[in-house]
């Protein structure tokens, strides 16, 4: 179980859950001069403690249970999917159980706050993952510090201050003009070669590297296998936080390396945002 695996998402869904467990000890309906209990004190006979809260609660720990074991099935369907569904079953309960409220009645502190849990439960069960906002990473991986390893050379790409890096420049040799980035996959411009008579006294220079490492985030939690060929991931890689790219194999794989040093295989590049 790794914690940096939840999303901003993940975090609202605990937070709805825990709203919704406090608004299961209030009031649901409230009158004047008559004391109405809670869903806990009515128990089954009160159609809100298993069609709101029981079912609100079951899917929040399916959601969350599916960061955990994404491979996890129950009757075929994955845990998402049953989270999903029992989510908008208790919103759909919640909301018929305000229009229903009986006339004599008055809706009480537990039916606003349940209310409120349950829609902010469906809504990211059902357009989470589609919301850039709620997709990032709840807890971000530290990052190291900038200073390069022993040994390691300036121009080298370092975390926080390579090439590639949002926001640093690139490093290039006294009296040359820099070149501009080009796209992934592409290839920088070559430079005017010598001329006809320098060409004799001049050796042709070697062929530029086609490849230069960068760094990139990916759009959603991808993972990343080893370079052994190993079908187990070694790592997982999270939106919100930055990689170094540092080899590409083929039009579609990149070699990455974590902040923690970890080298792997980057199968799906699709989406990704280049620094």
Known sequence: ???????????????????????????????????????WDLGANHLTLPSIFLLGFIAAGLLIAARFQPERKVVGLP????????AVSAAWSSVWALIACPELLDLGAG???????TLALAGVAVAGAKVPALAG???????????????????????GAGYGYPGAQQQTPYGSTPQPVPPYGGTPNPTPGP?????????????????????????????LYGEDGSPTPIAELAPGT?????????AATLIAQ??????????????????
């Open 1 to 39: 179980m790794n914690i940096r695996s939840l999303t901003r998402g993940d975090g609202v869904v605990i937070g709805a859950a825990a709203l919704l467990f406090i608004a299961s000890f209030l009031d649901f309906y409230s009158a004047t001069g008559v004391d109405r209990p809670s869903p």
């Open 79 to 86: 845990l998402t999917a049953w989270g999903t569904v029992l």
């Open 195 to 223: 001329g006809p008579q320098d060409a004799q006294h001049t050796p042709a220079p070697a062929p530029a590297a086609d490849f230069t490492p960068f760094w990139f985030a990916v759009p959603v939690a991808r993972p």
């Open 111 to 117: 039916s606003i706050l349940a209310l409120i849990a």
């Open 137 to 159: 990473q709840l807890v971000p991986e530290p990052r190291p510090a900038a200073v390069p390893p022993y040994g390691g050379q300036p121009g080298q790409p370092q975390p």
């Open 242 to 250: 930055w990689y170094l790219a540092v080899e590409q194999r083929g």
């Open 258 to 275: 974590t902040q923690d040093g970890r080298r792997g295989v980057l199968n799906d590049t699709s989406g990704i945002q280049r620094g």
